[in-house]
């Protein structure tokens, strides 16, 4: 069975999506730990981080770097954490997190019931970063 994020990136489930290419894509976890909290999903299932192919890991950081450089614009905070956990979906990915705090890292901390105009804000947020970065990978549903 495909995971939820196979599903997501299949367009079967819906998300809020601010980077596409052809190896993978980013979208706003829908349980944040902070305003901005975007998970980065290889497109090809891949259970365990560990397991990735060097080339994909190296571009997944890439990525990763391109995305915090965005979140530090959009939500100027102390830090963006980078954390891989891999428990909650076995499908690899990369949480990016905008962090004042290392607590800030806690899923316990986890909004479980954000409000989607709260999402869109950052989405938008992300969006408009990576279009000023110059970004053609910056995945925008309503492009201006």
């Known amino acids: 069975m495909a995971s939820i994020f196979t599903m997501i990136i299949n367009?079967?489930?819906?998300?809020?999506?601010v980077w596409k290419d052809d190896e993978c894509v980013a979208f706003l976890s829908i349980n944040?730990?902070?305003?901005?909290?975007v998970l980065v999903v290889p497109r090809h299932e891949v259970e365990h981080w560990i397991d990735l192919d060097p080339d994909l890991l190296t571009h997944l950081t890439g990525v990763c770097q391109t995305i915090g450089a965005a979140l530090e614009g959009g939500f100027q905070p102390i830090k963006v954490g980078m954390m891989i956990a891999g428990l909650e979906v076995p499908h690899a990915h990369i949480h990016l997190v905008p962090i004042r705090d290392v607590h800030d890292l806690d899923?316990?901390?986890?909004?479980?019931?954000?409000?989607?105009?709260?999402?869109d804000a950052a989405a938008a947020t992300i969006r408009v970063?990576?279009?000023?970065?110059?970004?053609?990978e910056v995945f925008d549903p309503e492009p201006s």
Not at 11 to 17: E, K, M, T, V
């Open 107 to 119: 899923f316990d901390h986890a909004d479980m019931d954000p409000d989607p105009a709260d999402l």
């Open 32 to 37: 944040p730990m902070a305003p901005g909290h």
């Open 11 to 17: 367009g079967d489930l819906p998300a809020r999506f």
């Open 129 to 136: 970063q990576l279009r000023e970065m110059g970004r053609p």
